[in-house]
């Protein structure tokens, strides 16, 4: 029996109930963080599906990870609402594209190849362009920057130099311009597709096709995009094919919490919403419901001094939950004494009844997460990276996936989801009892476990679900890097921690040449780390611990001063005259020597500001800038290995 419509708007404010009741768009959504944005547009999709307004299957409701995605499902499955399209852009943009595909461009869809150095080499050499790994990597880069800009390669010249990117792998501009055409027809030659070519295809087909356009747009009437800030050209492009010019679209977004500036988001899609659309529903929510007075009153301050576009959008929030304990900023004398503390007073935390999971780690660079996971392992603390690029780059789970996906074809119907994935492994030599031996042997188990896991898991929230659904919900999540969850401190960087909550944060590094980073050199880049603290700080229920190391080695120089964001916090927090506390560190570059986050060994010079860029910012949703840095730190580091090639579409 549906639950009355009604008791859905039951625990929302009257402001999220206009969200909510606002059936038809155009609606838009301004608010800052946990003023229940993704909690008013889910319980809006429910109550338009059990006041009988919407047909579930016509609703598509897009989030940017996949993560995210599944929240979403769950929070309206627990509503009371199935059938819900709650996805990615490209996992729409994907399924569009493979079922349209065959009639309209003819035969399969082109393999789905993630790594685009292979490609960009090719082209290098039809053109004569000597090529080393750097400069293939930032040729790379550039490639992924024309296309979720949408720069036309005619145009890229002017495009480029009005945004002023320098001159990309060294190269003069009409020289990148004949590499980006030259590596489209190696695609084409190759038949394969890249990772923006899913939305850009999808978007060429609907634009070409009004038959499958008007196929699409029957399918779909109800559009809802959370975390709308952070839309790029590419993805709005594809979200206007979808709407067709009808207006029932709901966006949700915090201007503030723009993080993927250099993957082409920007907020003046949302900040422009109200005038590209007129009339449309404009609501405003500043209660906070998640925070503490004192995590709010952090981000506040955090935000007091932020200037730019995103700034003038900003909001400030009325926390409503009552007070918590003040946060704490603790100076360590480096890296490993702050991985160490952290890790012991998290272990405090779990002694006294904490649930682990309830605990998050948040970092700049996925390079720090090392000492953590080490800290941690000694204290005795379980621990899950999320969004790391571990798990789905691991072999055995690579496989499993392979295996997974040839099974799922003959599978039965009606099989105990889990049941059956256990068969597959285990068929497979995968034993269901965990190795004695240790090392790469236990590990290996654990991470097939963890998809054993994730099977029971989708079995229980969805029962029905098949070896396919299982497979497709690992494609979705590899494509997000974001690895099943097990119980434990959650490990993530700022940009992976985004639209989460947990009860306590601990947030490391939080120094200059941290956060700011230390190629966030104009003042758009400074402004975008200063709002990467605010979303971090606005993760937390009611614990927030920052802290910084003054040197990265024990023993180190001390060269690192605690973040200039923390000017207008810490004078109040720490104790007046203390040494280094409320001295304001100069808003100068960073100037040391640039080292291997990985293994400390000085950077060539070949190694530019830019690459710098694209290797450190862990674009988790994004494999492509994944694999930059994995073939960055390659090619740096003799730590690491470069991982092999991974295609995720069927090779039949
Ligand atoms: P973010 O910007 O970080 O994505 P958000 O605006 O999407 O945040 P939600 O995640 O929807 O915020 O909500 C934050 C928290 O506040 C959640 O735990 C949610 O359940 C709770 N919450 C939201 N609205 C209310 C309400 N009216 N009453 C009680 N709790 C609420
Ligand atoms: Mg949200």
Redesign the pocket.
């Known amino acids: 029996s549906r639950p009355d419509a009604d008791s859905v708007l039951d625990?929302?404010?009257p402001e999220?109930r206009q969200v909510a009741t606002t059936l038809d768009g155009p609606v838009c959504v301004l608010?800052?963080?946990?003023?229940?944005?993704?909690?008013?547009i889910t319980h809006r999709i429910a109550y338009g599906v059990h006041s009988g307004a919407y047909v579930p299957n016509r609703v598509l409701a897009v989030t940017f990870t996949a993560r995210a995605a599944g929240e979403m499902r769950t929070r309206l499955r627990d509503l009371g609402v199935a059938g819900v399209q709650a996805r990615t852009f490209h996992a729409a943009a994907l399924r569009q594209l493979q079922f349209f595909w065959p009639q309209s461009i003819g035969g399969t869809l082109p393999n789905l190849v993630e790594h685009k150095a292979p490609l960009v080499a090719d082209a290098c050499n039809r053109l004569r362009i000597q090529a080393d790994r750097a400069r293939i990597r930032d040729l790379s880069a550039e490639v992924e920057w024309t296309k979720v800009m949408l720069v036309d390669p005619d145009d890229y010249v002017r495009v480029a130099t009005a945004a002023g990117r320098g001159e990309p792998g060294g190269l003069d501009l009409p020289t990148v311009a004949r590499l980006v055409r030259t590596y489209e027809d190696v695609k084409t030659d190759r038949a394969v597709i890249d990772f923006e070519d899913v939305l850009l295809l999808t978007a060429g087909i609907l634009d070409e096709r009004p038959d499958v356009a008007a196929t699409v747009r029957e399918q779909y009437r109800h559009f809802v995009v959370d975390?709308y800030q952070d839309v790029s050209p590419l993805q709005q492009r594809l979200l206007d094919l979808w709407l067709g010019g009808r207006q029932d679209l709901c966006v949700?977004g915090?201007a503030s919490?723009t993080i993927y500036s250099f993957a082409g988001a920007t907020p003046e899609h949302l900040l422009d919403f109200p005038r590209r659309h007129p009339g449309a529903t404009v609501v405003r929510?500043v209660r906070d419901?998640?925070s503490t007075p004192e995590v709010v009153g952090l981000a506040n301050s955090v935000l007091s001094l932020a200037t730019g576009l995103h700034a003038r959008a900003r909001l400030e929030l009325i926390a409503q939950r009552p007070s918590g304990p003040p946060p704490s900023f603790t100076a360590y004398d480096d890296d490993v004494a702050e991985a160490t503390g952290v890790a012991a007073r998290i272990a405090a935390e779990v002694r006294a009844g904490r649930s682990a999971k309830d605990i998050a780690v948040l970092f700049r660079t996925n390079g720090q997460s090392q000492a953590l996971e080490s800290a941690l392992a000694d204290a005795g603390v379980g621990y899950v990276v999320r969004g790391g690029e571990r798990f789905f780059s691991r072999k055995e789970v690579r496989d499993a996936i392979v295996l997974l996906r040839g099974q799922a074809r003959s599978a039965l119907p009606g099989h105990d989801l889990g049941t059956e994935t256990r068969a597959v492994l285990s068929a497979a030599g995968w034993g269901e009892k965990a190795p004695t031996a240790g090392g790469a042997t236990r590990e290996r188990w654990e991470s097939l476990q963890a998809l054993v896991v994730l099977a029971d898991e989708l079995a229980q929230k969805r029962p029905g679900s098949t070896l396919a659904d299982l497979v497709e919900e690992l494609v979705e999540r590899s494509q997000a890097q974001h690895a099943p969850t097990v119980d434990g401190v959650t490990l993530a960087s700022f940009h992976a921690a985004?639209?989460l909550?947990w009860d306590v944060v601990f947030l490391v590094g939080v120094s200059e040449g941290l956060l700011p980073i230390s190629f966030a050199e104009t003042p758009e880049d400074v402004e975008e780390e200063r709002r990467l603290l605010y979303v971090g700080i606005?993760r937390a229920r009611e614990g927030i611990h920052l802290s910084w190391a003054n040197s990265r080695t024990p023993g180190g120089r001390a060269t690192r001063k605690p973040s200039r964001f923390l000017d207008p916090i810490r004078p109040q927090a720490a104790p007046a005259g203390r040494r280094g506390g409320a001295a304001a560190p100069k808003p100068a570059k960073s100037t040391g020597p640039m080292t291997c986050r990985v293994c400390g060994a000085p950077l060539t010079a070949a190694v530019d500001r830019k690459l710098r860029r694209h290797a450190d910012c862990p674009a988790s949703y994004d494999e492509a800038v994944f694999e930059r840095l994995r073939e960055w730190r390659s090619a740096t580091c003799r730590a690491a290995e470069v991982p092999a090639y991974v295609v995720f579409t069927d090779a039949t």
Do not use: F, M, N, S
């Open positions: 625990g929302l404010d999220q608010a800052g963080a946990g003023t229940g944005k993704t909690r008013a975390e949700v915090d919490q929510l419901y998640r985004k639209g909550e606005t």
